[in-house]
DNA sequence: ACATTACATTCCTATATAGGAATATGTCAA
DNA sequence: TTGACATATTCCTATATAGGAATGTAATGT
């Protein structure tokens, strides 16, 4: 089997780094076709590929104005990621405890050494 | 260009299913490979690409013991996505505002309309 | 030394890109 | 209608999978 298209969800689509930079940019505020083509420096076919994608999952809005077409991000369809990543967050804070628990025990260990040197 | 290297960064790594599932059950404790194996329902062939993966990019440590390896979930390598999608809340929030606004004044209009009604 | 257990690696193939080039579609203005 | 502008789509190719099958490697018990 291949791999996932990137049109499978937010987790695939959001894999591609201009990808990223294309919500980032997007999510202050909405702008057309063009900015982002000048924003992020890829040429314009290959922008509206990226947008198809980021449409088809549901993390970009379009809109129509005359021969323009306004994108924004949709920051809800983030959120999943969000939570996902976040189940993880207890288990880097006790990872964190536990290296400064380690240095903490290396600092008193030390402190020992250097008194016990000084006799 | 092709697509960016499963290897390339955690966002990569991640897009994929079945290491996101393995990244969840080596959260809580060190596992060895067969225990991966029997909790994800691939064959160990597999299983153990996927491990390569997540160890390229730092989402597992492994440990060695005898002829067994124990693998566990490096929290700390989720945070950047955390993070990055974090980014977002505020827009998400703000769209929620919104959408509960444009409710509750369309509550009001109904209510309006009901009251009409009535008379 | 040898068989066994626990993993990793290699080989294979169908599939899906990402970007470049060229072209199609749709909208406004004169 | 015609031309110019804004964006989307199609065609092309090199590249990278994910999983299945087969094989390699390292550690252990006897």
């Given at each position: 089997m291949a791999r996932a298209a990137t049109t499978s969800d937010a987790f695939n689509a959001v894999a591609e780094p201009?990808?990223?930079q294309i919500l980032t940019f997007l999510?202050?505020?909405e702008r057309e076709v063009g900015e982002i083509v000048a924003a992020v420096g890829l040429d314009q076919p290959s922008v509206s590929k990226h947008l198809g994608v980021l449409r088809e999952v549901g993390l970009v809005h379009?809109?129509?104005?005359?021969?323009h077409r306004l994108y924004r991000t949709n920051a809800e369809a983030i959120r999943?990621?969000?939570e996902w990543t976040g189940t993880f967050e207890?288990?880097?804070r006790h990872q964190l405890n536990r290296v400064k628990e380690r240095a903490e025990v290396q600092m008193v260990h030390n402190s020992e050494e250097a008194s016990a040197k000084e006799k």
């Open positions: 201009r990808r990223r999510a202050v505020d379009v809109r129509r104005n005359g021969r999943p990621l969000y207890r288990y880097w």
